[in-house]
């Protein structure tokens, strides 16, 4: 009967780790590489196995479908990403756009879009109407009072798709029991700021996405993409019950699973455009919210990240042990399997430009991806579009005067 090694054979294993000043990490250490491996390898299972489910599209089912847009600025790529929706090879849907500033800057792009395509049933909605301190919901609230139909499909102004979006990501409702239908996607970017980010999303976060799909199946929903019965959002609540939440996409897919229906990730992967003239600032600032929301949302899990960066604990442990032999196959067998994943999702699943470029670097990136994770353990404060919030221990959104600004120092904004 084989037994684990014992932590003097595993010291023996790394013999100048025995004058190291700190030998008893070498155990977790080693156990954390262990771990990784072990995650990268089932996160490659995993999209091994999104790869081979069907994309077959049944043309007789084609439910009309109620597309609501949360609106808020614009850029130079708001145009073709909003035009994009309005291109759908499928048969009876509606665009709603939800606007709260009467000022907004998209709404000259909106009014262009309704003018530019007549032949589509167009709405533009322009409500200061507040349910709550998260802003997209509230103009998906003033957006759905248009709605026509029972399929709801949210999608944030970011994104863009292809002319067969609508007929391949409906089709899981055939099935009575599925209640909301998300997307993975991939990143369109422009610089090096938003290609960084870009790389961490299509390598590091995806991977775990479809690890979870393969594990428990998929809880959530990601705002790129999220098709919902009316009757299902009516069930847990409207967006009222969501109102308040920073991670609304969260919830729109946590919720309706514990009220005991199927969340679906489709095949379908959509492009999220990202922003030309993005600013480190800007990026930190975005990646952290976005941190301290998955954090709160995900306590177990997120905390449980740590056991993931192998590319860290690796090259610690090599540091340490000062190129021991088990240390250096240790850590060619993470960077190797590290690797392995970031192209297998980045590059097969998702087909992202900046993974096929790229993904090699992932190991690099990774070592900012814990940085980015301890910063978001050290407040619950940051920036959202100019203003202040603190995130409660629930995931809901509290408004902080601006004058708090100056006084909070650790919290991430």
Aim: glycine letters at 6%.
């Amino acid at each position: 009967m084989a037994h684990l090694p014992s932590f003097s054979m595993l010291l023996t294993a790394f013999p100048i780790a025995r004058t190291a000043p700190a030998p008893y990490l070498l155990v977790p250490l080693f156990c954390l590489c262990l771990t990784a491996i072990s995650y990268y390898s089932y996160a490659i299972y995993a999209a091994f196995k999104f790869l081979k489910q069907g994309t077959d599209v049944d043309l007789s089912f084609q439910p009309p479908v109620s597309i609501l847009k949360p609106i808020c600025g614009a850029d130079d790529k708001t145009y073709a990403n909003l035009a994009s929706f309005c291109r759908q090879d499928y048969p009876n849907y509606q665009i709603i756009f939800g606007v709260q500033d009467l000022h907004d800057s998209s709404l000259e792009v909106v009014k262009q879009i309704i003018r530019d395509f007549p032949a589509i049933d167009i709405q533009l909605v322009v409500c200061d109407r507040v349910l709550g301190t998260n802003r997209k919901v509230n103009n998906l609230a003033s957006a759905l009072a248009r709605a026509s139909y029972e399929v709801l499909l949210l999608a944030d102004s970011d994104v863009r798709v292809k002319p067969d979006y609508l007929q391949r990501v409906v089709q899981p409702l055939k099935s009575p029991q599925v209640g909301v239908i998300t997307c993975l996607y991939r990143s369109i970017t422009q610089g090096w700021v938003t290609t960084l980010e870009s790389l961490s999303t299509a390598t590091d976060f995806h991977p775990g996405v479809l690890v979870s799909n393969q594990l428990e199946g998929t809880r959530f929903a990601m705002g790129q993409t999220i098709v919902i019965r009316r009757s299902v959002l009516e069930e847990i609540g409207g967006f009222k019950a969501i109102a308040n939440y920073l991670a609304d996409d969260f919830q729109l897919g946590y919720l309706p699973t514990q009220a005991g229906y199927q969340v679906v990730l489709s095949s379908y992967v959509v492009d999220h455009v990202l922003p030309s003239n993005d600013t480190v600032i800007n990026a930190l600032q975005r990646q952290i919210r976005w941190l301290v929301g998955i954090r709160v949302s995900r306590p177990w899990g997120y905390a449980g990240l740590i056991f993931t960066y192998g590319t860290l604990g690796s090259t610690v442990l090599l540091l340490m042990t000062g190129g021991a032999s088990l240390s250096w196959l240790l850590w060619s067998l993470t960077l190797l399997t590290r690797i392995t994943m970031a192209w297998m999702v980045g590059v097969r699943c998702l087909n992202d430009p900046v993974a096929k470029a790229w993904f090699w670097l992932s190991p690099l990136r990774d070592l900012l991806n814990v940085v980015l994770w301890g910063y978001s353990f050290m407040g619950n404060t940051f920036r959202w579009r100019s203003q202040l919030f603190r995130l409660t221990k629930k995931g809901e959104l509290v408004v902080l005067p601006a004058g708090m600004a100056s006084s909070i120092k650790l919290s991430p904004r």
